[in-house]
């Protein structure tokens, strides 16, 4: 697992801007984020690839989350960072690029960040998905759509922005149509290591 937090690092190093402003969405960030995005997602499922039922559905303790849950949590986020991708791509903001922005490396940080973040009610698992073939099922759909929707695009991500109300990841309220796909990306190789910790306790089911 290490060696693919460290590719989400060495990613993020080649995307610095260096304290300059990115103006244009470049064939590198396009080969960067396709890359990334579809390696979230071949790591995931190698993560659960083979667990039985019980496996799935193990909690390391009453209030923690199963591997199900994780996955479900992911699935909805992937549908979630879809549509804000959508949303923000109808309007550009040229007006605000050269702006003071956070770098790309410090959203793909949020990969192997300690700092614990608390979800959201609308983000907690609650089997809204039903089994776990179709929960992944809801995962895949938008991962494939995400993708589809990189290799495809002609607008300048950098000048789509995504504004929060407060303080965001690491205090950066402000992040680009690129940065959102990062911070999916991000997200999904944030929770692996949490599986990795599920399938490492002590009481896992051995099958």
């Known amino acids: 697992m290490k060696k693919y937090l460290l590719f989400v690092v060495v990613l993020g190093i080649t995307q610095m801007n260096f304290g300059q402003p990115l103006r244009e969405w470049t064939e590198s960030d396009r080969d960067t984020i396709t890359t990334l995005v579809t390696n979230s997602k071949l790591e ?13 559905n193990f909690k390391p303790a009453d209030t923690s989350w199963s591997i199900k849950g994780v996955v479900e949590h992911l699935a909805s986020y992937a549908e979630y960072y879809y549509w804000e991708l959508i949303t923000v791509t109808r309007m550009p903001l040229p007006q605000y690029l050269d702006s003071i922005r956070c770098p790309d490396q410090h959203f793909m940080s949020l990969a192997d960040s300690p700092e614990k973040h608390v979800a959201s009610q609308l983000f907690i698992p609650r089997d809204k998905y039903g089994d776990f073939e179709n929960t992944l099922k ?38 680009d149509a690129h940065q959102v796909i990062i911070v999916e990306a991000a997200h999904v190789y944030r929770h692996l290591k949490q599986i990795e910790r599920i399938k490492s306790h002590q009481n896992f089911p051995t099958e």
């Open 138 to 175: 809801q995962y895949t759909i938008f991962n494939d759509i995400l993708i589809a929707f990189i290799k495809n695009n002609k607008q300048n991500l950098r000048e789509y922005f995504s504004v929060r109300p407060a303080k965001g990841v690491f205090d950066c309220r402000w992040r």
């Open 44 to 56: 995931l499922i190698r993560a659960i690839k083979g667990l039985s039922e019980k496996q799935l």
